[in-house]
């Protein structure tokens, strides 16, 4: 329109221009004029009549334009229509790392593990092992072992696995741990993205051990801190288990609006954890122990290991009650009941290293859910009924909470459904 504009003008003050330099006052019709001049002024007087056309203001007739009503609704069928899309997708990955995932039996009855009157934590009483191996494993140095375990690997792994310890090898597939009911009370989570995608995996947990590296440099002593691990694992082997967890916490932030989630409350892939611990080493391993404290009727904690070291070797996780012992690779992530399966880690070499993440959420947060937000004495006081009816149900919630835990039929069963847990 800027050029239209100025066509527009130009050309009518043609009159005034001639009058100045050309003629003494302005040419009539009957004025005859130099030929050049002539055919200068036609062409001025041409663009003048085509500017009048699209002059502003005579505005231009502008092409229907659709209804906006009907716009939303073809961007709603869209928007419809693609969510269907994504559902037989997330149905599909889920049945094939059904098919895919290795399964641990063992005689493990979870509700026979030690745990408090309430239900809620661990216990401080000592676990039973399990009924196939020796009460004692250190004490067992005679023995095969199985294939595939390097002969210079730890000397307490070598003792372990002498002693009937299940070896459980890292394959890039999700490895689920099961117990006498074939509940998948824990887990080692697969390769993200599948055997396909294992460089880069690699890659990017050697990246993300570098970066603890240089925190451990700055830091000096233990400390919080967010990492990539993706609750998609969680929500495919333990649904039940994770929703409780999300209730519990999204609950908790609605009344404390200045306490938050590990990450960020409106991080969809947030793993609702109230607590993260960067485990900083150099050579990060742990006796034998259990962490009583964190919730223990349907709970779990999560570890993620890093660095630099020989995972055939050492590294591995044990887990005393199931009897195995968990190889993990550099960037493995383990799901596990801490609060009532003892634990350790097999020491590594002198000249390596290993750094965990260790993501978990302590029983009193789920006690105080249950109590409406508030301590067990204030609830005493202000309702003595509801409080003693809660006490009393210690067992039952006991025994629920190991309910939450779903078995590999449930899981394909729910995704021949019509929805899934979410």
Not at 52 to 78: G, L, M
Request: hydrophobic residues 35%; contains cysteine; aromatic residues 6%.
């Amino acid at each position: 329109m800027a050029l239209s504009n100025g066509v527009y003008e130009l050309a009518f003050s043609l009159p005034a221009f001639l009058s100045t330099f050309c003629l003494a006052e302005p040419p009539s019709s009957a004025t005859r004029l130099p030929k050049r001049k002539r055919e200068i002024a036609d062409k001025l007087d041409g663009v003048a009549a085509e500017t009048r056309r699209v002059s502003p203001s005579q505005p231009v007739e502008k092409a229907a334009q659709p209804d906006p009503s009907t716009r939303q609704q073809r961007r709603n069928r869209r928007r419809r229509a693609s969510r269907k899309a994504k559902v037989p997708s997330v149905l599909s990955k889920r049945r094939a790392l059904y098919r895919k995932a290795e399964t641990i039996a063992s005689k493990l009855a979870s509700t026979s593990l030690p745990h408090s009157t309430q239900g809620y934590m661990g216990s401080t009483k000592s676990a039973r092992a399990p009924s196939h191996l020796p009460s004692s494993p250190q004490a067992c140095s005679s023995g095969s072992l199985p294939p595939g375990v390097d002969d210079m690997a730890h000397p307490r792994l070598l003792s372990l696995l002498r002693s009937g310890y299940r070896l459980v090898h890292s394959s890039g597939e999700a490895a689920l741990f099961l117990d006498c009911d074939d509940r998948i009370i824990g887990w080692r989570t697969g390769i993200v993205g599948g055997k396909a995608n294992e460089a880069r995996w690699d890659a990017q947990n050697a990246e993300l051990s570098i970066a603890l590296e240089e925190l451990a440099r700055k830091l000096p002593r233990q400390t919080g801190t967010p990492s990539g691990v993706s609750r998609d694992s969680w929500k495919t082997w333990a649904p039940k288990v994770h929703r409780d967890y999300a209730e519990c916490h999204h609950g908790i932030l609605e009344r404390q609006p200045l306490l938050d989630l590990v990450y960020p409350r409106d991080a969809d892939e947030a793993l609702p954890f109230a607590s993260l611990t960067a485990n900083l080493g150099p050579q990060t391993i742990c006796k034998s122990h259990r962490d009583i404290k964190n919730k223990a009727n349907g709970g779990v904690c999560t570890i993620k290991t890093l660095g630099p070291y020989n995972s055939k070797r050492g590294g591995h996780i044990v887990l005393h009650e199931l009897g195995l012992i968990i190889e993990m690779r550099p960037g493995d992530v383990i799901f596990f009941p801490s609060a009532v399966i003892t634990h350790e880690t097999i020491p590594i070499g002198p000249d390596e290293k290993r750094y965990s993440l260790v993501w978990y959420s302590a029983a009193g947060l789920f006690r105080w859910r249950d109590a409406d937000f508030r301590s067990l004495r204030s609830w005493e006081q202000q309702e003595p009924n509801g409080y003693s009816a809660h006490q009393k149900l210690g067992e039952e919630r006991w025994t629920g909470g190991w309910k939450k835990f779903s078995t590999l039929a449930d899981l394909v069963a729910q995704t021949k459904g019509s929805s899934l847990v979410r």
